[in-house]
C-alpha cells in the first residue's frame, strides 16, 4: 500500500474552500459490508470502485488521534435505524471480527474525488457492540482501534523449532514443517 499523496490531492490541500469528506468502509464476517459517507450524495472511490452512499444511519463518529506514542488511538463509531443485517451481524459476532478503515477525499463540485483518497484509520474492533433498541429502532455502537504494533508477539520471539520448544515444551511441530513441501496437511483429528 502506498503512503504517498496524489498531486492533484496535494494541490486540493493547498486550495482554500476545497469540500474535504469521510469515506467509512466497515466489514464483518460473512461478506457483509457498509460505505458511508458524511457528503451529501454518493462519492465513489479506489480500484475497484466502491461506492461510498450518504449516511443517515452514522450518528456519531470519534475522533482519530495521532500520536507518536505506542497506543492503540481507539475511535467509536455509533449507527442508528441500522439493517436487520447489521444487527445480526453485530450480535452473532465478536467485536474483534469488525474491520473498519476511514479515508478523507476532496471533492470536486460533482461529488467526484480529486485525485485519491488519504487512508486516515485502519482498525480492528476492540469494544462491542452494543446494540441497543429503542423508538427509533436499533443502535449498534462499536469500539475500534488501529494497532500499529505487534503487541501480542514475545520479545526476542523466532519462528523455529529451538524456540517454538522454549515456549511450548514438547511441541515438534516445526521439527516436521520442512517435510510439507508443499503437500496439503490435515490438521487435527482422524
Request: proline share 6%; aromatic share 8%.
Amino acid at each position: 500500500m502506498s503512503r504517498a499523496i496524489h498531486d492533484d490531492t496535494l494541490a486540493a490541500l493547498r486550495r482554500p474552500g476545497a469540500a474535504w469528506v469521510r469515506l467509512f468502509h466497515l466489514t464483518w464476517p460473512g461478506g457483509g459490508s457498509l460505505s458511508r459517507t458524511d457528503a451529501g450524495a454518493a462519492v465513489t472511490d479506489g480500484d475497484p470502485a466502491r461506492i461510498y452512499s450518504p449516511s443517515p444511519e452514522l450518528v456519531g463518529v470519534g475522533d482519530i488521534v495521532e500520536t507518536a506514542e505506542p497506543k492503540s488511538n481507539p475511535l467509536t463509531l455509533t449507527f442508528e435505524a441500522v439493517t436487520p443485517a447489521m444487527v445480526g451481524a453485530a450480535l452473532r459476532n465478536p467485536a474483534s471480527a469488525f474491520r473498519l478503515e476511514i479515508r478523507r477525499a476532496a471533492l470536486d463540485a460533482d461529488y467526484n474525488v480529486i485525485g485519491a483518497s488519504i487512508l486516515r484509520f485502519a482498525g480492528r474492533g476492540a469494544d462491542g457492540p452494543d446494540v441497543r433498541g429503542d423508538a427509533d429502532g436499533p443502535s449498534v455502537a462499536i469500539a475500534f482501534a488501529s494497532h500499529w504494533a505487534a503487541w501480542g508477539v514475545v520479545s526476542g520471539r523466532r519462528t523455529g523449532a529451538e524456540s517454538q520448544a522454549a515456549h511450548f515444551a514438547g511441541d515438534k511441530g516445526f521439527d516436521f514443517a520442512g517435510d510439507a513441501d508443499g503437500r496439503k496437511l490435515k490438521w487435527g483429528g482422524a
